[in-house]
């Protein structure tokens, strides 16, 4: 019983830190649907799909 007591104490202390080191931005609301949906992907990462892209293009 005292092993289920500390491992539920240093659970939450950690999950507490999570939340704290999170701040304003963690969003705590599950997945999102509609309009609050965002799926624009990174500039760098659209970026680098591209490059990636002409590469292949040009190789043929």
């Not at 491992?7 to 999570?18: E, Q």
């Not at 997945?31 to 590469?55: C, F, I, L, M, W």
């Given at each position: 019983?005292?092993?289920?007591?500390?491992?539920?104490?240093?659970?939450?202390?950690l999950?507490?830190?999570?939340?704290?080191?999170?701040?304003?931005?963690?969003?705590?609301?599950?997945?999102?649907?509609?309009?609050?949906?965002?799926?624009?992907?990174?500039?760098?990462?659209?970026?680098?799909?591209?490059?990636?892209?002409?590469?292949?293009?040009?190789?043929?």
């Amino acid at each position: 019983m005292l092993k289920i007591f500390i491992g539920f104490v240093i659970f939450a202390a950690l999950a507490i830190f999570v939340i704290m080191k999170g701040g304003d931005s963690l969003d705590m609301g599950g997945e999102k649907h509609g309009a609050d949906a965002v799926h624009a992907p990174s500039e760098a990462a659209s970026g680098v799909a591209t490059a990636a892209s002409a590469d292949a293009s040009a190789a043929k």
